[in-house]
């Protein structure tokens, strides 16, 4: 497992912007896929986008597609989420998180990421 330490969260209105950060320290981070996931209050954690071990091969949900942009940078051991004409709706906590799948990491299953962060939360107010 990899430790995973969120940043960058906090309260913006609805149109602007947030960069969310995700520290991991140690040499290994480059050999996992790495992913975001959100949990809202009384819903699911769900999906938000995932990034291949280079960052060459990205995926989205499609309620983030075009707003919302992933990457990574193993000199750092550091991933992204930049995001973009945030809505309401994207009110969540989100979650970094670590895949060692080579199989099925892009797939946006919970069960494939092996370690988590803490969460760092985002409000957007309308």
């Known amino acids: 497992q990899v430790q995973l330490v969120e940043s960058g969260g906090g309260l913006v209105q609805a149109g602007g912007s947030l960069r969310l950060s995700c520290a991991a320290p140690?040499?290994?981070?480059?050999?996992?896929?790495m992913g975001w996931f959100r949990q809202a209050p009384g819903k699911e954690r769900e999906f938000v986008a995932a990034?291949?071990?280079?960052?060459?091969?990205?995926y989205y949900a499609d309620s983030v597609k075009g707003r919302f942009t992933i990457s990574r940078d193993n000199a750092k051991n550091t991933m992204y989420l930049q995001m973009i004409s945030l809505k309401p709706e994207d009110t969540a906590i989100y979650y970094c998180a670590a895949s060692s799948s080579r199989t099925s990491w892009y797939l946006g299953r919970l069960r494939d990421f092996d370690s988590w962060g803490q969460g760092t939360q985002v409000t957007v107010a309308s």
């Open positions: 990034i291949s071990w280079s960052g060459g091969t990205t």
């Open positions: 140690g040499r290994t981070f480059s050999n996992y896929a």
